[in-house]
């Protein structure tokens, strides 16, 4: 039952009135670059209402600032306004609004939500001609009194979460680079530095909890607002399939305004990054197998193993981070990485603010990624570098074209722990084994270079996924953050998570506002 009945009388009447009355903007008033009639015919009445209502915190840009998105693609979308809630009332004034809009007049009020905007494809957080949402006020970072939970606002970057924790001597499992936004990585899934930790001491409650695994799998509680605008909880106790569908399941299902996370004492730690020639590619290989696949896995250990061509000289560098989540340089489990020689070495003791900060992906130019997931082999890993070698000759002529493979472990403790933690809608379980992940990162400056880093990039893609079913160490997994815009994420959860969430989206979304009028994102039903 839908529980805001004043807020939708008087809804109801600002959009009668709002029939009537023209788009409120036709130019931004700093260059007065002119939005398209296009636009303001579509959804020039939605962004009227949105104003009457949350006034100051709609605002009615020709283009958004460059800083706003990532990609230069997301940045190239001209949005008819953007809103910027300050709470969560205000969030659920707005969906209200935008739902009405929605449901009344559907090809006026398509909206897009924006925490950090760190996903490249164009619309995965930015709408043409539509209402963008964004959460950059939503930016709490709110210790519990006895700290064992962080209450933290989805418009925060992690770098400004690292900066209230690390001085406190805390930690949460979140996010590695210090630009990204809370709420697209946690919804997610959430890689960290902490991913493989479990079983840390409380030294406050002097007992035994779980803290790493993926970032979704720390959340104690989300707070939604739903499309009906209602705002609710979901945990273990209260809506608890929400919960576990917002442990994967990204924005299909309402806005999430704060995440209750769990934390955990965290002096500095050991990390930094190391990099070196190719000649000693196949050492590091062996080395990232074995440490993947270890049986006696050491969970403060993580390290990404990135392949990066350099085109000025056509040759190849290895860039390894590696970090040890204690204050001890160089840990046994790390040795035959750290141990090849290098001409870049800046590991050290410090802490995530810090660490985050180095793993640093410059905004502003036009940006791919592309993921993959498989078992650890090392034939596996020969094949995709010596696939990627014969791809990356036709893309020599693409202007300003930057290129890096990163390799990730994923070992079957990650997918362990978040079962003992309540589950969450990715499809890994323990049957898995130890997998490592694949993520293209590419970036370019023209658009008209466009079709072909994109079409070679997808094809290496298809020629791993070939290689790897040669060789059969395939696995359906596709890392939802890292995807590019036609990969299926939500397919490869399996079939029965993907029909667990749309039986969520369907209970709590009833007509399918996150569906229909939110087309950014992976949605449930394509």
């Known amino acids: 039952m839908f529980k805001h009945w004043p807020s939708a009388i008087l809804l109801g009447g600002l959009w009668l009135l709002c029939l009537t009355v023209p788009g409120t903007a036709s130019f931004n008033e700093d260059t007065q670059a002119p939005i398209s009639e296009s636009a303001v015919a579509k959804v020039g009445n939605c962004c ?97 009194a006895v700290k064992t939970t962080v209450n933290v606002g989805p418009g925060n970057r992690w770098g400004d979460v690292y900066n209230v924790l690390d001085p406190q001597g805390l930690a949460v499992t979140g996010g590695r680079l210090a630009t990204v936004g809370v709420g697209g990585l946690v919804t997610g899934g959430g890689f960290s530095h902490f991913s493989p930790r479990y079983g840390l001491v409380n030294t406050t409650q002097h007992r035994i909890i779980e803290c790493g ?83 006696t896995y050491d969970p403060y250990a993580t390290n990404i193993l990135n392949l990066i061509w350099q085109p000025a000289t056509d040759s190849w560098i290895t860039l390894q981070s590696p970090s040890y989540t204690k204050k001890q340089v160089g840990p046994p489990a790390l040795e035959k990485f750290t141990s090849v020689p290098s001409f870049v070495n800046t590991m050290r003791i410090s802490n995530s603010s810090d660490f985050s900060k180095e793993l640093y992906s410059a905004p502003g130019q036009r940006q791919l990624m592309i993921t993959a997931t498989f078992q650890i082999s090392m034939a596996m890993l020969r094949a995709i570098h010596t696939i990627e070698l014969q791809t990356v000759p036709a893309l020599r002529n693409a202007s300003g ?25 990715l499809g890994l379980d323990d049957s898995d084994g130890d997998l490592f992940n694949v993520l293209l990162t590419t970036t370019w400056v023209d658009k ?60 709590y979304d009833p007509y399918g506002l996150f569906q229909k009028a939110a087309p950014g994102g992976f949605k449930l039903f394509n």
């Not at 472990?409 to 722990?417: F, G, L």
Request: glycine share 6%; net charge negative.
């Open 48 to 144: 009227t209402a949105l104003s009457l209502v949350l006034q100051n915190s709609v605002q009615y840009p020709g283009i958004l600032p460059d800083d706003m998105y990532w990609s230069l693609q997301e940045a190239e979308l001209h949005p008819s306004c953007v809103v910027t809630p300050s709470n969560r009332d205000e969030v659920s004034l707005a969906i209200q609004i935008l739902h009405l809009g929605s449901k009344y007049f559907p090809d006026r009020c398509e909206f897009a939500v924006r925490s950090g905007g760190h996903t490249p494809w164009a619309g995965a957080a930015n709408v043409e001609a539509g209402v963008v949402v964004d959460l950059q006020r939503l930016n709490q970072v709110i210790i519990s």
């Open 448 to 507: 008209k270079d466009d079709p072909l880093v994109e079409s070679q990039s997808r094809r290496m893609f298809e020629q791993f996924q070939a290689e790897a079913e040669r060789l059969g160490v395939t696995n359906p997994y596709v890392y939802l953050n890292y995807a590019a815009s036609w990969q299926d994420p939500i397919r490869g959860y399996g079939d029965v998570n993907k029909a667990f969430l749309q039986d969520v989206s369907r209970k």
């Open 213 to 295: 695994k993926f970032a979704c799998d720390t959340v104690d509680n989300f707070e939604v607002v739903l499309a009906s605008g209602q705002i609710v909880n979901a945990n273990a106790r209260s809506n608890s399939d929400l919960w576990r569908a917002l442990r994967g399941g990204s924005n299909n299902f309402g806005i999430v305004t704060a995440f209750t996370m769990r934390s955990f004492s965290q002096s500095d730690y050991w990390g930094g990054s190391i990099i070196s020639d190719s000649t000693h590619m196949d050492k590091l290989f062996r080395a990232f197998e074995s440490f993947t696949s270890s049986p």
């Open 401 to 425: 074209l930057q290129w890096s493979l990163a390799l990730q472990p994923q070992p079957a403790i990650i997918s362990q722990a978040s079962a003992r933690a309540g589950g969450n809608s």
